[in-house]
């Protein structure tokens, strides 16, 4: 074709048509093989959304994936410019994959908001993204409003406005009241879509302070309220009851546009007295009733996935008892671009020709741009064998190294529309893909598909023939489709074989194999019928099929075409289906299926079942035993044996047993020989020689068998020889030189004949000798001696009766007796991994050596001492370990870590075992430690415990310290923070100071060698506050005893047994107590064993019963709610149902402070702060008066006093210009709380005198702070100073009110 020929329109449809036909077979296969050797342009394979709003807690992921030949690199843009990824440390580009992770943690997120697009490329195109813009989701807070509170009289309509904050994405608004209860909406109260709360007439009922508005932000999950709103509804002057009117929308009409593919949502909603109906109804047509719906009582109308067809005038009508009014939406529909057809990825041979289409529609009309390789196609390079023509792009006769990826653009106002499609110039010859000798099975009578996928470039032209020679054409009864399937339209048996399918291009030829097998049709030939049964009587449904002989069916019977019910009364045979005493709920329709792998039949019948017709009642009882039993047909090892049924009794026979009694050899007992049907009366017995026999009969029906018949006559076989030998045949030697062969005995009715014997045959194995052999009866073993040490031997065992020898037996393999290993192992070697295991290595001795079957070997180690230990221990255990089969190494686990340990190995076979091997030492490196031994918590003061403990019982190693952790419990037992402590490994004592009072502390104590730290034990205990006992009471005749010293109250956790074991005598030990704000805290040891045990307590002096409190499993109890400033008697007590004894500690006495006892803080109190309020004022006046003084020129008297003194201590104070420098603001020494120069505050914060204080007082007149003559206030001067005696004559003042006056004078 010219390549310079100009495309005619018409003739360029035309051709479009036909090119499109042309090159819509020629697709990529998705056979991984096949792709593997493809060069691919890229294809974008996931990409986020256009719209991503991305939460600012989280990192930001913007998708974007593509494959490719090779695989594609990646790029991206930001707001239209060149995003280097690698300049930003917060961006990552996943490897081999274009998505970005965009770390926004304490970073401003909005500097990552922008317009993204990706781009892959590789050497054959490039492939573009959708421009991705990302954006933060907002959730902005509320405008502060001030709403005023509504009043309204009853009857009017009223609007709540809400007015959310817009943020991103809009929140969702819903209305609740101050305790978050939704509120109620219906026919007269309803939120419209714009969240606002209408009200079509208010009731008095509507008056509430509590009407929030609150708006839910999806993204981040917050929820914002809006002041709440106040509405009266007064009930004095009601609006009377009038026709409907529109709250929203306004007016008598309104406009709503929406975008096609969206959800239309019209609102009305009305007011009015009695509350209005609102009706929907379209003017220009029907709405849609699959995707309309109406909601908010009828209010709102929606229509989802909207359509062109959606578009036109919408009439709301709302209407009550007194009239109606109505309004008219119009709908207009537009469309932002969606696809008809989107470009597709094209495959081209060289000097080909093809088309792209990009076919779209929109409202208003799309704008269709096409780039290749992200360039816009006008300014991309020119090529000539390319034509664009609007939504088209035309390839002719086209040239290796034209291949690119084309993007279609198609955009108006609402959006727009992106695909990427490339165009591959390729050639490659042909393939096919369906696999070779792939077998075809069909129905006859029914379609046959034989595949013959194939790939190349040019397109491959697909040729078929019939066992390989007959070539087939397209037309009746054949059909080639484009794809390369071969369609059979109607198989038959004459269209099974062999058919080649062959794939030709200009660059080869290939050709399939593939086999069709047609099969006959399943069909049902006896069809189960209709069915009226009596109940309780059985139901059988018949249905008999044929199929094809190489197809297996399968029955699957179904009730009411669902599955048969689970019970055992449905019996499914191979071509019936039986229903057992049939009740009412058994009716229905049976239904028989019948499947192959290719087709299935099914048939249905009806069951009905009726009452049975009333009879008289029928009994059922056991059959009669037969009678009349006949021998006949007599022979050597059978008889005929026949006989006369007896009564059935109403039911029917199933079958007879036969048994048989042997006279000869087992008298009296009688074995069952066999089974017949219950029709039947003869049976064909087999026998056996030389046996006695005499037969009975029982018949069997449904109720159960019968009594025996009477016995046969006696009917005696003649002798032969026996039929079989002696099983279980072994060879076995219990000493090293002997062989015993055992064997199972036969019966007397096995042995066929009298004088039975066995011949005992052996020889042994692999030598050539002649077999030994020697006959006995009446035994069961044979003992061969004088034979080798293990060795094989072949040994038999016949049966030999008078009348001749059993079968020949086959040889049964057996060893001579063992004897003890003869060698120990050698090259011992130990490896060791850790501390707990090793690995131990040996050479394994020869098989001559072992002198039986081996068993396998033994490992004997045992540990000598601890490697910080200077002498063995005594007494260490020793332990074995066997290792089954011819090994040569084994793992030693659970060894001791840090440990000197020495082994030995022997063979083992079933004799024994061998010598032992050379001794192999070896050490365990360090570990953890174990647990220390101990921890007790002794002394116990308000601010203090002390701490005792023992080192672990097993070392491990060399101890490097111990670790405390401890924190505090409080009363609902949540635990502090953790405080940890490290002590030496040679330290055992240690005293925790400043800890809280009355506090239960919770301590973790574990040992630490150079491998880490050793499992932790843990203690409990408390800090005393306050310990009062009382004395236990004195019985007649004896003195009082001296009560236990107090100690603290711990609670214990299980300690090693040799700590926790007390010796005989009482069942508890200390009884501790401390009071707290939230009750008192019992603490005790207990060392009795399943009791219930009970903290008791009763008020001092009362004799009320004891309150009582089960406290199972625990050491401490705090009782709550006693009454404060009241004394409590407080003990311990033990029970038990199964013992009377009651164990008790001795009583203790607990007061509970009263409350008035707290102090006060008198800051707090209102009298207080008036007072100091008052003081405050009047230091005010006095100061604005001493201002006033001043600036007129008056002087202070003090200042005379000063002058005149000439006061040493004073002088430092002074500056140059005769002002106080040292005096400072109260503020700023209350900022840095440091002394004035030259003083010395105590510890305690107040200023102490010493004996040369002196005050101001001695330069005025009037020490008690009272105006002199002139006005001016001495008192305030009279801050005390103070002479260190030890740092030379300073003087400093403590901080007043005056002082921070003088600084601003």
Same mark, same amino acid.
């Given at each position: 074709?010219?390549r310079?020929r100009?495309?005619?329109?018409?003739f360029?449809?035309?051709?479009?048509?036909?090119?499109?036909?042309?090159t819509?077979a020629?697709?990529?296969?998705l056979?991984?093989?096949v792709l593997e050797?493809l060069?691919q342009?890229p294809?974008i394979?996931?990409?986020?959304?256009?719209?991503?709003?991305?939460d600012?807690?989280?990192?930001?992921v913007?998708?974007?994936e593509?494959?490719?030949?090779?695989?594609p690199?990646f790029?991206w843009?930001?707001?239209g410019?060149h995003?280097d990824?690698?300049?930003?440390?917060?961006v990552?580009m996943k490897?081999?994959s274009?998505?970005l992770?965009?770390?926004i !943690?304490?970073?401003?997120?909005?500097?990552?908001?922008?317009?993204?697009?990706c781009?892959?490329?590789?050497e054959?195109?490039t492939?573009?993204?959708?421009?991705?813009v990302i954006?933060?989701?907002?959730s902005?807070?509320?405008?502060?409003e001030?709403?005023e509170a509504i009043?309204?009289?009853?009857?009017?309509s009223?609007v709540?406005p809400?007015r959310?904050?817009?943020?991103l994405?809009?929140p969702?608004i819903f209305?609740?009241?101050n305790?978050?209860?939704?509120?109620?909406l219906?026919d007269?109260?309803?939120?419209a879509l714009?969240?606002d709360?209408y009200f079509?007439?208010v009731?008095?009922?509507d008056?509430r %302070?509590d009407y929030i508005?609150?708006?839910? *932000?999806p993204?981040?999950q917050?929820?914002?309220?809006?002041?709440p709103?106040?509405v009266?509804v007064?009930d004095s002057n009601?609006?009377?009851?009038?026709?409907?009117?529109?709250?929203?929308?306004?007016?008598s009409?309104?406009?709503?546009m929406?975008?096609?593919g969206?959800?239309l949502?019209l609102e009305?909603?009305?007011?009015?007295?009695p509350?209005?109906?609102?009706?929907w109804?379209?003017?220009?047509g029907?709405?849609?009733s699959?995707?309309?719906?109406?909601?908010?009582?009828?209010?709102t109308?929606k229509i989802?996935?909207?359509t062109?067809?959606?578009?036109?005038d919408?009439r709301c009508?709302a209407k009550?008892?007194l009239?109606?009014?109505?309004?008219?939406?119009k709908v207009?529909v537009?469309?932002?671009?969606?696809w008809?057809?989107?470009?597709?990825?094209l495959?081209?041979?060289p000097?080909e020709?093809g088309?792209?289409?990009?076919r779209?529609?929109?409202?208003?009309?799309?704008?269709i741009s096409w780039?290749?390789?992200?360039?816009?196609?006008?300014?991309a390079?020119?090529?000539?064998?390319?034509?664009?023509e609007?939504d088209?792009?035309i390839?002719?006769s086209v040239?290796?190294?034209s291949?690119?990826?084309y993007q279609?653009n198609?955009?108006?106002?609402?959006g727009?529309?992106?695909?990427?499609a490339?165009?591959?110039?390729?050639?490659?010859?042909?393939r096919?893909?369906t696999p070779s000798?792939n077998?075809y099975q069909v129905?006859s009578?029914r379609?046959a598909?034989?595949?013959?996928?194939?790939?190349g470039?040019?397109i491959?032209v697909i040729?078929?023939?019939? /066992?390989?020679?007959t070539?087939?054409?397209?037309?009746?009864p054949?059909v080639?489709?484009?794809?390369?399937?071969?369609?059979?339209?109607?198989?038959?048996?004459?269209? %099974?074989?062999?058919?080649?399918?062959i794939?030709?291009?200009n660059?080869?030829?290939?050709?399939?194999?593939?086999?069709?097998e047609v099969?006959?049709p399943?069909?049902i030939?006896?069809q189960p019928?209709y069915?009226?049964?009596?109940?309780?009587?059985n139901?059988?449904?018949e249905c008999?099929?044929?199929?094809?002989?190489s197809?297996?069916?399968t029955?699957?019977w179904l009730k009411?075409?669902g599955?048969?019910? /689970?019970?055992?009364?449905?019996?499914v045979d191979?071509?019936?289906l039986?229903?057992? /005493?049939?009740?009412s709920?058994d009716?229905g329709?049976?239904?028989c299926?019948?499947?192959t792998?290719l087709?299935?039949?099914?048939?249905?019948?009806?069951?009905t079942?009726?009452?049975?017709?009333?009879t008289?009642a029928i009994v059922y009882?056991?059959?009669?035993?037969?009678?009349?039993?006949?021998l006949?047909?007599?022979?050597?090892r059978?008889?005929?044996?026949t006989?006369i049924?007896?009564?059935?009794?109403?039911?029917?026979?199933?079958k007879?047993?036969?048994q048989y009694?042997?006279?000869?050899?087992?008298?009296?007992v009688?074995?069952?020989?066999t089974?017949?049907?219950?029709?039947?009366?003869?049976?064909h017995?087999s026998?056996?020689p030389f046996?006695?026999?005499s037969?009975r009969?029982l018949?069997?029906?449904?109720?159960g068998? !019968?009594?025996?018949?009477?016995p046969?006559?006696q009917y005696?076989?003649?002798p032969a020889?026996p039929d079989?030998?002696p099983?279980?045949?072994q060879?076995v030697?219990?000493?090293?030189?002997?062989l015993?062969i055992t064997?199972?005995p036969?019966?007397g009715?096995?042995s066929n004949g009298?004088?039975l014997q066995?011949k005992?045959q052996?020889r042994?194995?692999?030598?050539?000798q002649d077999w030994?052999?020697e006959?006995?009866?009446?035994?069961?073993?044979?003992?061969v001696?004088?034979?080798?040490?293990?060795?094989p031997?072949?040994v038999k065992v016949q049966?030999?009766?008078d009348y001749?020898?059993?079968?020949?037996?086959?040889?049964?393999v057996g060893?001579?007796?063992?004897?003890?290993?003869l060698?120990?192992p050698?090259?011992?070697?130990?490896?060791?991994?850790?501390?707990?295991?090793?690995e131990?290595?040996w050479?394994?001795?020869?098989?001559?050596?072992v002198?039986g079957?081996l068993q396998?070997?033994?490992?004997?180690y045992?540990r000598?001492?601890?490697l910080?230990?200077?002498e063995?221990e005594?007494?260490q255990?020793?332990?074995v370990?066997?290792?089954?089969?011819n090994r040569?190494?084994?793992?030693l686990?659970?060894?001791?870590p840090y440990?000197?340990?020495n082994l030995?190995?022997?063979?083992l076979?079933s004799?024994?075992?061998g010598?032992?091997s050379n001794g192999?030492s070896f050490?365990t490196p360090?570990?953890?430690?174990?647990?220390?031994? *101990?921890?007790?918590?002794?002394?116990?003061?308000?601010?203090?415990l002390t701490?005792?403990w023992?080192?672990?019982?097993?070392n491990n190693g060399?101890?490097?310290?111990?670790?405390?952790?401890y924190q505090?419990?409080?009363?609902?037992n949540?635990?502090g923070p953790v405080?940890?402590?490290t002590?030496?490994a040679n330290?055992t004592?240690f005293?925790l100071?400043?800890l809280k009072?009355?506090t239960l502390?919770?301590?973790?104590f574990?040992?630490?060698?150079?491998?880490?730290?050793?499992?932790?034990?843990?203690?409990?205990a408390?800090?005393i506050?306050?310990?009062t006992?009382i004395?236990?009471?004195?019985e007649?005749?004896?003195?009082?005893t001296?009560p236990p010293?107090p100690? !603290?109250p711990?609670?214990?956790?299980?300690r090693?047994?040799?700590?926790?074991?007390?010796?005989v005598?009482?069942?508890?030990?200390?009884?501790?107590?401390?009071?707290?704000?939230?009750?008192a805290v019992i603490?005790?040891?207990y060392?009795?064993?399943h009791?219930?045990v009970?903290?008791?307590?009763?008020?001092?002096?009362?004799?009320?019963?004891?309150?009582k409190?089960?406290?199972?499993?625990?050491h401490?109890?705090m009782i709550?709610?006693l009454k404060?400033g009241?004394?409590?008697?407080?003990?311990?007590v033990?029970?038990?149902?199964a013992d009377s004894?009651v164990?008790s500690?001795d009583?203790?006495?607990?007061?509970?402070?009263?409350?008035?006892?707290?102090?006060?803080?008198i800051?707090?109190q209102?009298w207080f702060?008036?007072?100091?309020c008052a003081?405050?004022?009047?230091i005010l006046v006095?100061?604005?008066?001493?201002?006033?003084?001043r600036?007129k020129?008056?002087?202070?008297?003090?200042?005379e006093?000063?002058?005149?003194?000439?006061?040493?201590?004073?002088?430092?104070?002074?500056e140059d210009d005769?002002?106080?420098?040292?005096?400072?603001s109260?503020?700023?020494?209350?900022?840095?709380?440091?002394p004035?120069?030259?003083?010395?505050?105590?510890?305690n914060g107040?200023?102490?005198?010493?004996?040369?204080?002196?005050?101001?007082?001695d330069?005025g007149?009037?020490?008690?702070?009272?105006?002199?003559? /002139?006005?001016s206030f001495i008192?305030?001067?009279?801050?005390?100073?103070e002479?260190d005696?030890?740092?030379?004559?300073e003087?400093?003042?403590?901080? !007043?009110?005056?002082?921070?006056m003088?600084s601003?004078?």
């Amino acid at each position: 074709m010219d390549r310079k020929r100009k495309w005619a329109p018409g003739f360029g449809a035309v051709l479009l048509i036909l090119l499109g036909h042309m090159t819509s077979a020629l697709e990529v296969p998705l056979d991984p093989k096949v792709l593997e050797g493809l060069p691919q342009p890229p294809t974008i394979t996931l990409q986020s959304p256009k719209d991503y709003i991305f939460d600012p807690r989280e990192n930001i992921v913007i998708h974007c994936e593509a494959k490719g030949k090779p695989h594609p690199s990646f790029s991206w843009t930001r707001n239209g410019t060149h995003f280097d990824v690698e300049k930003d440390s917060k961006v990552l580009m996943k490897p081999g994959s274009g998505t970005l992770v965009i770390d926004i !943690s304490g970073e401003k997120a909005e500097a990552y908001e922008g317009t993204y697009q990706c781009t892959a490329h590789n050497e054959h195109g490039t492939a573009v993204s959708n421009n991705i813009v990302i954006r933060q989701s907002r959730s902005p807070l509320w405008s502060k409003e001030r709403n005023e509170a509504i009043v309204v009289q009853m009857g009017v309509s009223l609007v709540l406005p809400c007015r959310p904050p817009a943020g991103l994405p809009p929140p969702v608004i819903f209305w609740m009241d101050n305790i978050f209860q939704r509120l109620p909406l219906n026919d007269r109260v309803s939120q419209a879509l714009n969240g606002d709360l209408y009200f079509s007439n208010v009731l008095p009922e509507d008056t509430r %302070s509590d009407y929030i508005c609150y708006a839910r *932000f999806p993204h981040t999950q917050t929820i914002q309220q809006k002041q709440p709103i106040s509405v009266t509804v007064l009930d004095s002057n009601p609006a009377g009851e009038r026709r409907p009117g529109f709250m929203a929308p306004l007016g008598s009409s309104s406009t709503k546009m929406v975008l096609r593919g969206e959800t239309l949502e019209l609102e009305c909603i009305a007011e009015g007295l009695p509350t209005p109906e609102i009706s929907w109804l379209k003017e220009s047509g029907e709405m849609p009733s699959g995707r309309m719906s109406l909601h908010n009582f009828q209010k709102t109308l929606k229509i989802v996935e909207v359509t062109e067809a959606d578009a036109g005038d919408y009439r709301c009508t709302a209407k009550n008892s007194l009239g109606s009014a109505y309004h008219i939406i119009k709908v207009t529909v537009k469309a932002a671009p969606f696809w008809i057809s989107a470009p597709r990825n094209l495959i081209l041979a060289p000097n080909e020709t093809g088309v792209l289409i990009c076919r779209v529609s929109g409202e208003p009309k799309p704008i269709i741009s096409w780039s290749v390789n992200g360039v816009p196609i006008e300014n991309a390079p020119q090529d000539p064998s390319r034509a664009v023509e609007q939504d088209t792009v035309i390839f002719s006769s086209v040239q290796t190294g034209s291949s690119g990826v084309y993007q279609c653009n198609a955009s108006n106002e609402f959006g727009y529309l992106m695909a990427n499609a490339f165009v591959s110039i390729l050639a490659e010859p042909p393939r096919v893909l369906t696999p070779s000798n792939n077998v075809y099975q069909v129905i006859s009578n029914r379609p046959a598909l034989l595949d013959c996928a194939s790939f190349g470039s040019p397109i491959p032209v697909i040729t078929w023939f019939k /066992d390989s020679q007959t070539s087939i054409q397209d037309g009746d009864p054949y059909v080639i489709h484009n794809n390369g399937t071969l369609e059979i339209n109607v198989a038959q048996p004459l269209n %099974s074989g062999k058919y080649t399918c062959i794939a030709t291009n200009n660059l080869g030829i290939k050709e399939n194999h593939v086999y069709l097998e047609v099969k006959e049709p399943t069909r049902i030939l006896k069809q189960p019928e209709y069915k009226v049964v009596q109940r309780n009587r059985n139901a059988v449904f018949e249905c008999k099929v044929k199929h094809d002989p190489s197809l297996v069916p399968t029955t699957t019977w179904l009730k009411d075409n669902g599955e048969l019910p /689970d019970d055992e009364r449905f019996v499914v045979d191979t071509d019936s289906l039986t229903i057992k /005493d049939v009740t009412s709920e058994d009716e229905g329709t049976y239904t028989c299926i019948m499947n192959t792998t290719l087709d299935q039949d099914s048939a249905s019948a009806m069951l009905t079942v009726v009452e049975a017709t009333p009879t008289p009642a029928i009994v059922y009882e056991e059959p009669e035993p037969p009678a009349d039993l006949e021998l006949t047909d007599q022979r050597e090892r059978s008889v005929q044996l026949t006989w006369i049924p007896g009564d059935e009794h109403n039911s029917p026979t199933q079958k007879f047993l036969i048994q048989y009694e042997d006279l000869l050899h087992q008298p009296g007992v009688w074995i069952n020989l066999t089974e017949v049907e219950g029709a039947s009366t003869t049976a064909h017995l087999s026998l056996s020689p030389f046996v006695y026999y005499s037969f009975r009969v029982l018949a069997l029906n449904h109720v159960g068998y !019968s009594r025996p018949s009477q016995p046969s006559r006696q009917y005696r076989t003649t002798p032969a020889a026996p039929d079989e030998n002696p099983s279980d045949v072994q060879g076995v030697g219990t000493e090293h030189s002997n062989l015993i062969i055992t064997w199972m005995p036969l019966t007397g009715f096995q042995s066929n004949g009298p004088g039975l014997q066995y011949k005992v045959q052996w020889r042994q194995k692999d030598v050539d000798q002649d077999w030994s052999s020697e006959t006995v009866s009446n035994v069961t073993q044979f003992v061969v001696s004088g034979t080798p040490t293990f060795v094989p031997y072949e040994v038999k065992v016949q049966a030999v009766n008078d009348y001749g020898s059993g079968p020949e037996p086959e040889a049964v393999v057996g060893y001579s007796g063992e004897d003890f290993p003869l060698s120990a192992p050698e090259s011992v070697q130990v490896m060791v991994h850790n501390s707990t295991l090793a690995e131990v290595h040996w050479e394994p001795v020869a098989s001559s050596t072992v002198r039986g079957k081996l068993q396998g070997y033994k490992v004997y180690y045992r540990r000598e001492r601890g490697l910080h230990e200077a002498e063995a221990e005594a007494e260490q255990q020793e332990q074995v370990l066997t290792f089954s089969g011819n090994r040569s190494e084994g793992r030693l686990p659970g060894l001791q870590p840090y440990s000197l340990y020495n082994l030995f190995i022997k063979v083992l076979n079933s004799k024994g075992e061998g010598p032992p091997s050379n001794g192999k030492s070896f050490e365990t490196p360090e570990g953890v430690p174990g647990p220390p031994s *101990f921890l007790n918590i002794i002394n116990p003061n308000m601010d203090s415990l002390t701490l005792e403990w023992g080192p672990p019982l097993n070392n491990n190693g060399r101890l490097t310290s111990y670790t405390l952790k401890y924190q505090p419990v409080n009363n609902t037992n949540e635990l502090g923070p953790v405080e940890v402590k490290t002590f030496p490994a040679n330290e055992t004592s240690f005293t925790l100071a400043n800890l809280k009072s009355s506090t239960l502390y919770k301590f973790y104590f574990n040992a630490q060698t150079i491998k880490g730290s050793g499992p932790t034990i843990t203690e409990e205990a408390f800090t005393i506050m306050d310990t009062t006992r009382i004395q236990p009471t004195v019985e007649t005749g004896k003195g009082p005893t001296e009560p236990p010293h107090p100690t !603290s109250p711990i609670t214990q956790s299980p300690r090693p047994p040799f700590h926790k074991v007390r010796p005989v005598g009482p069942a508890f030990g200390t009884v501790n107590t401390s009071v707290s704000e939230d009750g008192a805290v019992i603490s005790w040891e207990y060392y009795g064993h399943h009791k219930n045990v009970f903290v008791e307590y009763i008020v001092e002096n009362s004799k009320e019963d004891w309150k009582k409190e089960l406290v199972n499993g625990t050491h401490s109890y705090m009782i709550k709610g006693l009454k404060p400033g009241t004394s409590y008697r407080v003990r311990v007590v033990a029970r038990d149902q199964a013992d009377s004894t009651v164990h008790s500690t001795d009583e203790v006495l607990v007061t509970v402070p009263a409350v008035a006892s707290r102090q006060v803080d008198i800051a707090t109190q209102g009298w207080f702060i008036g007072l100091m309020c008052a003081i405050a004022l009047l230091i005010l006046v006095l100061l604005i008066v001493c201002f006033i003084k001043r600036n007129k020129g008056g002087k202070y008297p003090v200042k005379e006093k000063e002058d005149a003194h000439q006061d040493p201590e004073i002088q430092p104070m002074k500056e140059d210009d005769g002002t106080f420098g040292e005096y400072r603001s109260m503020e700023s020494d209350t900022e840095d709380h440091k002394p004035l120069k030259g003083s010395r505050t105590p510890s305690n914060g107040t200023v102490r005198r010493d004996e040369s204080d002196d005050s101001l007082v001695d330069y005025g007149e009037g020490g008690d702070g009272q105006f002199n003559e /002139d006005g001016s206030f001495i008192g305030q001067y009279s801050g005390k100073k103070e002479k260190d005696t030890h740092e030379g004559n300073e003087s400093s003042e403590a901080p !007043s009110p005056v002082n921070a006056m003088n600084s601003f004078v």
